[in-house]
């Protein structure tokens, strides 16, 4: 079904307002995919915080014109599905990684995080990305670790000086 001027106007919108907040953007072919496997990764996706939308190619890159993904205008050919991450920057591309597994037709054709076009096979690097949660925990270590290097040093010292003291009083009982 085509669209009046004014819903493509509202779609161009929408999309602007999602890209001008992302973190990243995962292009993806999609052609040949089943409406079951779309629904599935739209389900997907709204758990995990990612943005998916199909939408024309010339919509989308007016969409992101003023953004940092206006780098993708350019390359936007081809029926084109668009993963936009919300929460964190990792999350469209371990979605479209995840579904691409278990769907032959769905292939990554872009990345771009932090105003640079990067090729498909970094959706792999972005997927890798730590979570959130996995980010902070790894920070919370990297943070304490200091401090328990310094109790562990701290009794070293004091089982050493504890042991260094028991000796001369052993010296002394056995003298006696």
Known sequence: MALNLSQKQEVVAELADIAAKAHSLVAAEYAGTTVSQMTAMRKTARETGVYLKVVKNTLASRAVAGTEFEVVKDVLTGPLLYAFSLEEPGAAGRLIKDAAKGNDKLKPR???????????????????????????????RVLAEPASMFARVVKAVADQQGGGEAAPAEEAAAEA
Request: aromatic letters at 0%; hydrophobic letters at 50%; a negative charge.
């Open 110 to 140: 872009l990345v771009s995080v932090e105003g640079k076009l990067l090729p498909a096979e970094h959706v792999d690097v972005l997927a890798s990305l730590p979570t959130r949660e996995q980010a902070l925990s790894m920070l919370a």
